[in-house]
């Protein structure tokens, strides 16, 4: 089960911090990662974590602006976001997978259910 926490309204420019409490979790989830959906648009990834090492992977829409981590539990994903724009209003889901090549292309195993960001101008 994934539950996700954190959206909300914010100014451009502004910053948000997401958590995804993640509970049920095996060795066989080792992938984690967070994507978003605007409006109008189809879902994309934005940043993906290994749970053993901690590897990471971000798209170029999160690179240099958003950060993503693991407690040291290893069971609550957060997504810091700075300089927020208006185009990143969007829907935020967590997802855990089984595997690092579907994490990355867009089909994890699991997903959250989602919060929302909304980012005015």
């Known amino acids: 089960q994934l539950q996700a926490s954190g959206g909300g309204l914010v100014q451009s420019g502004g910053s948000l911090r997401l958590s995804c409490a993640a509970s049920?979790?095996?060795?066989?989830?080792?992938?984690m990662g967070w994507f978003r959906q605007p409006p109008g648009k189809e879902r994309e990834l934005l940043a993906a974590i290994t749970r053993t090492v901690g590897t990471t992977h971000y798209s170029e829409s999160a690179k240099g602006r958003f950060t993503i981590s693991l407690d040291n539990a290893k069971t609550t994903l957060s997504l810091e976001m700075n300089s927020l724009q208006p185009e990143d209003t969007a829907v935020y889901y967590c997802?855990?997978?089984?595997?690092?090549?579907?994490?990355?292309?867009?089909?994890?195993?699991?997903w959250g259910q989602g919060t929302l960001v909304t980012v005015s101008s």
């Open positions: 997802a855990v997978g089984f595997r690092w090549v579907t994490m990355l292309g867009g089909r994890p195993d699991y």
């Open positions: 049920g979790l095996t060795f066989r989830t080792n992938y």
